[in-house]
């Protein structure tokens, strides 16, 4: 069956530092991956959509300066927060798949100090 | 404006008892995922439906796209169960839109 793996499940990082978390589809071939996230009391918000051959499309608010992201094959997706502070944490969750049957990973949760 | 209203945004059963979520939205949608993000954080994956109903243990969940909704009825509560619950909407393109979440409390 198709699944999806994220890495690392939870994490904690400094304040001002950044932290890269990753994304495997396992089982079938992920042309397009979604990030997202989720901050505390809110429900979750698309940060980009990465289609390969593709450019990566990020959503307002969000920019491939804070949050680069690499998709270099169909199995694997990577993002990276960049200069994490407090209003970036959350539960990050990536869904992949080859239109809106996106199969989702368990999120990595984000704790920033 | 918002595509997806879930509903209620709070519950609480006691032990045995059971309930439904809610899910309508308001344009097309394809199909339906049902998620719960357990203590830890994590999201667990319940249901995917395209159509019609599925059945699981003590969970059941319904999708109509012409009547735009989904359902999840949770039957013989568990304290487990406890959690939030989203659904999400898959409508034909890329984007997938989250519901706002039911924050499920099941006491003893």
């Known amino acids: 069956g198709a699944l999806v793996y994220q890495y690392p499940r939870r994490t904690i990082c400094k304040s001002g530092t950044s932290m890269r978390m990753e994304c495997q589809a396992v089982g079938f071939q992920a042309t397009s991956v979604a990030w997202y996230r989720q901050s505390p009391q809110k429900t979750f918000e698309l940060i980009a959509l990465?289609?390969?051959?593709?450019?990566?499309?990020?959503e307002q608010n969000f920019t491939q300066e804070k949050f680069p992201i690499s998709h270099p094959n169909l199995s694997f997706s990577s993002m990276t927060v960049l200069n994490a502070y407090l209003e970036d944490r959350g539960l990050y969750l990536c869904?992949?798949?080859?239109?809106?049957?996106?199969?989702f990973g368990s999120g990595t949760r984000l704790l920033v100090i | 404006g918002d595509q997806v209203e879930q509903s209620p945004s709070a519950l609480s059963l006691h032990e045995g008892t059971g309930s439904a979520l809610r899910c309508n939205f308001t344009?097309?949608?394809?199909?339906v995922q049902w998620f719960r993000k357990n203590s830890r954080g994590s999201l667990i994956n319940l249901f995917y439906?395209?159509?019609g109903t599925k059945e699981n243990g003590r969970l059941k969940s319904a999708f109509d796209s012409k009547e735009r909704y989904s359902t999840l009825h949770i039957r013989d509560a568990q304290l487990e169960d406890s959690g939030t619950y989203f659904c999400?909407?898959?409508?034909?393109?890329?984007?997938?839109?989250f519901g706002s979440g039911t924050r499920l409390l099941v006491s003893p």
């Open positions: 990465s289609t390969v051959n593709s450019a990566i499309k990020y």
């Open positions: 344009t097309t949608m394809r199909a």
């Open positions: 999400a909407l898959g409508t034909g393109g890329y984007k997938v839109v």
């Open positions: 869904g992949a798949g080859t239109n809106s049957d996106y199969t």
């Open positions: 439906l395209a159509s």
